[in-house]
């Protein structure tokens, strides 16, 4: 048939004039926004999303509070109330639509809100998205106005109505980041403001609300999922679902939001340790006939993740399965970025995470006290293939149980479990932090009446028993667990049931020891502060000089007895250095040594033990503190300890009783056949014994390879080192404690060379240098730091930097400390 141009102009003229879609229109409310502070008459510029801190320091009223003490002078913040207001226009168009919404993503966290000089919504949690209908009130040109109050108010007319007090003061009642009420790795920045974005969104008869996408069936060969659409529907119609898997149409339905889809031989979602986090993109379009509606993204990994809590002739276990298979967990406890949330960027989130993965780590806890983190952070622990524990954000503390608190963690739980469900990295929902060990083990019933502590573990109960696992169960496939510890320390069952939060070891100065004589099934908390880096610290006091003896640079050790502890474990096992430059790196090594010393004895301890996370991953602000990255994202030496420890596989040694037992230990899905040698030489080279055999190794095991009584040899523990390898994996074990350790002063020889990404550096040395550390003012990343140095051994370090030039480097090594 042959078609006329005439009549081909004719159709795309009449094609034209129909509309191809009628979609929602979006816009967001992140400008012209102005501040100040309810009492004052003088607006001033503010960034949106921010916190009222942010916005303070944006226009140059305040000091920066990570600066010495300045915290302190900036506490009057939290006890003043706060406007803020924008005006904005919006287009003939949007205004015609029938519906328009607009939806607060997060305020922190009273707010009175008023549009155009209505009041029309009342905020309680920070944690809470609210949305609601403004068509009525709008126009072209429109005005926003928002107050906060200071939520000490608030908490007061709440404690008054309680006949008793909850432990642990007043931030129990109001819905918002803990850590910002002051924490002992924090400042005490209670902030306030408009924390994540406004929107503004219009539509006619038809908007998508949200995806799920549930897993019906998943294995090997097949995966049956159901895309089930929330929808804001006023229209008869039947309309058309388009479904579309990696780009692809797969199905065209009619009429029902609910669409099955099946995958045949689907690639599996697995953490970066064990296989490929493959992410899956699906989408679905919506139309009336061939008008578009709607449509929505979402990237799904494909995976099953259990939490298995069996009773076992030892207590009860408690290990993740992903796909089916026992997984054995590393990783840490994440805390917030930043006490000001506006100032963690996508880089941060890009970094941090890398980091993770660098180190080796397969699950992050994301822990209590802080935030309910954002899209960024679950859509990048999806993609790096990051499982992520959840707790709740409910911290050391006994909360309210009166209706309006009930309904609002209710609804706050509602939101972020739909808002997080379809994530792959998910792994577990978890109720709170030390809160039920807190109760039971910390004195906090002390002084109450039989009643009223009745009253008080009801609702306890109510929100950990009974809303929060009814939510998770409702709404997503994910596993809950009450509280993290399951049993506290002290409880017998602590090492035989459930999840441990291991703080003999600083809290109750137990020497590190403890750790290897005391593995609990899974350990989800332990952990020991170092010094920051030179930079954080120079940052701190604002001078060239290392100085961590003023008043302001105190302020930033949060723990009342942290220098003290830090001292006394150091004086243990290292030397303690007169010089601050040197303390600082020995408190960084005494860290790593600790922490490594947990993680090892963990790992060798599998399957009886099945994860070990420690605490904590990073900082929120520049401290000293339990994290392996400081503040400014420098690897103390724990994390790069941690990296070689969280190996899938290593060889491991303990001493007991003058028996040295090697481990090895493998996590990856796969068993293998490999040369297993063990070597002890001195500190010049000289070998003084070695043995070497062919070994199997299991998939995800642990087992004991080699046995040595040490009686049977002629060594001088002081002077020698355990080499032991599978394969290309090496590790390093020595017979005492650091501080006994005989080591030589001796030079390193090193040559630097240019390289495309900076600079590699080549050591080597005629004696063993024990936890070479190496440092420049330069900007930049070592590829290895705090390591040991052998006898003769060449070791080339990469050194990841912009900077052209390295003229500063400079070496320190324990055996400028002891010889
Ligand atoms: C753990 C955490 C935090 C605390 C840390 C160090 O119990 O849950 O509350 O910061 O100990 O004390």
């Known amino acids: 048939m042959r078609i006329s141009v005439g009549f081909l102009l004719l159709i795309l003229l009449l094609s034209s004039c129909e509309p191809k879609h009628d979609l929602p229109i979006t816009i967001n409310l992140d400008d012209h926004w102005e501040f100040k502070s309810t009492s004052d008459s003088i607006w001033h510029k503010a960034t949106i999303p921010g916190t009222v801190h942010t916005n303070l320091l944006e226009n140059k009223l305040i000091e920066h509070p990570f600066i010495g003490d300045n915290e302190h002078d900036l506490q009057w913040i939290s006890e003043t109330d706060w406007e803020y207001k924008s005006s904005f226009n919006i287009s003939e168009d949007m205004l015609q639509k029938k519906h328009i919404e607009l939806n607060f993503e997060g305020l922190d966290t009273y707010a009175s809100i008023f549009l155009n000089d209505s009041l029309i919504l009342k905020t309680d949690n920070a944690f809470r998205n609210y949305k609601i209908e403004v068509k009525p009130l709008l126009q072209l040109e429109n005005e926003l106005h928002i107050i906060f109050e200071r939520t000490s108010i608030h908490e007061e007319q709440k404690q008054s109505a309680l006949p008793y007090q909850l432990p642990e003061g007043n931030r129990i009642f109001t819905r918002k980041a803990q850590f910002q009420y002051g924490w002992d790795w924090g400042p005490k920045l209670n902030t306030a403001g408009i924390w994540k974005p406004i929107t503004l969104k219009a539509w006619n008869d038809y908007k998508i609300k949200a995806i799920d996408v549930q897993q019906d069936q998943l294995n090997e060969s097949i995966a049956s999922l159901t895309l089930r659409l929330e929808e804001d529907i006023s229209r008869n119609e039947k309309l058309n679902y388009d479904v579309y898997v990696n780009d692809s149409l797969y199905s065209k339905n009619l009429g029902y939001p609910e669409i099955p889809i099946t995958i045949e031989q689907p690639k599996l979602w697995w953490p970066h340790n064990l296989g490929e986090p493959y992410l899956y993109d699906i989408k679905v379009v919506v139309k009336d006939g061939q008008k578009i509606l709607d449509s929505i993204s979402t990237k799904k990994g494909l995976r099953t993740v259990e939490l298995v809590t069996d009773n076992d002739r030892i207590g009860q276990s408690f290990y993740f399965k992903v796909n089916n298979a026992p997984v054995y967990i590393k990783g840490a406890n994440y805390i917030p970025q930043h006490s000001l949330q506006d100032q963690v960027l996508k880089t941060h989130y890009d970094q941090l995470l890398n980091d ?134 002290g409880n017998s069952k602590y090492k035989t049931e459930g999840d441990a939060h291991d703080w003999w070891v600083w809290h109750d100065g137990y020497p590190f020891e403890h750790f290897e004589a005391n593995v609990p099934r899974f350990m989800s908390e332990f952990g020991f502060q170092s010094f920051p880096s030179y930079e954080a610290i120079r940052y701190i006091s604002q001078k060239d000089s290392l100085d961590i003896s003023s008043e302001g640079f105190k302020n930033h050790q949060k723990h009342v007895r942290g220098f003290q502890l830090i001292k006394d474990y150091m004086a243990r096992d290292f030397p303690v250095p007169e010089n601050t430059e040197d303390y600082v790196y020995v408190s960084q090594l005494l860290q790593a040594y600790g922490i490594s010393k947990g993680i090892e004895a963990h790992r060798r301890a599998k399957p009886y033990n099945m994860g070990t996370l420690y605490w904590q991953l990073n900082d929120c602000w520049p401290a000293v503190s339990w994290s392996s990255i400081d503040y400014f994202g420098n690897w103390k030496a724990l994390h790069y300890h941690a990296k070689k420890a969280f190996k899938n596989t290593i060889t491991s040694s303990e001493i007991n009783d003058n028996i040295l037992s090697t481990y090895i230990i493998n996590d990856n899905r796969k068993g293998f056949e490999d040369l297993f040698s063990i070597r002890i030489i001195d500190f010049y080279g000289n070998n003084i014994w070695s043995d070497e055999k062919t070994v199997s190794v299991s998939a995800n095991s642990s087992s004991k390879i080699h046995e040595l009584d040490l009686d049977t040899i002629e060594v001088n523990r002081e002077n020698t080192v355990v080499i032991t390898s599978i394969g290309t994996q090496t590790s390093y074990t020595f017979l005492v404690k650091p501080k006994f350790l005989k080591l030589t002063k001796a030079p390193i020889k090193q040559t630097i060379q240019k390289t495309e990404n900076g600079f590699s550096i080549t050591l080597q040395s005629e004696v063993l240098q024990k936890n070479v550390f190496l440092y420049t003012n330069n900007k930049g990343r070592f590829s290895d730091n705090y390591f040991d140095l052998l006898p003769n051994e060449t070791l080339t370090i990469d050194f990841n930097t912009e900077s052209d030039i390295l003229d500063d480097l400079k070496i320190k090594t324990l055996n400028q400390f002891i010889q």
């Open 356 to 489: 993770v993965v660098a180190a080796n780590m397969n699950m992050l806890r994301v822990w209590g006290g802080g935030i309910y983190e954002n899209e960024e952070f679950y859509e990048l622990c999806d993609e790096k293939g990051i499982l992520v524990w959840q707790d709740f954000m409910f911290a050391c503390a006994i909360y309210p149980g009166d209706e309006d608190f009930l309904k609002n963690v209710s609804i706050e739980a509602q939101q972020q479990v739909k808002r997080l469900r379809n994530h792959a990295c998910i792994a577990l929902f978890c109720g709170n932090n030390e809160s039920s060990e807190g109760w039971h083990r910390w004195g906090w019933q002390d002084g109450f009446n039989d009643f009223e502590r009745d009253e008080i573990w009801n609702n306890y109960m109510k929100v950990f028993d009974s809303i929060l696992p009814q939510t998770v169960e409702k709404f997503s496939q994910t596993d809950y667990w009450e509280s993290s510890p399951k049993y506290g320390r």
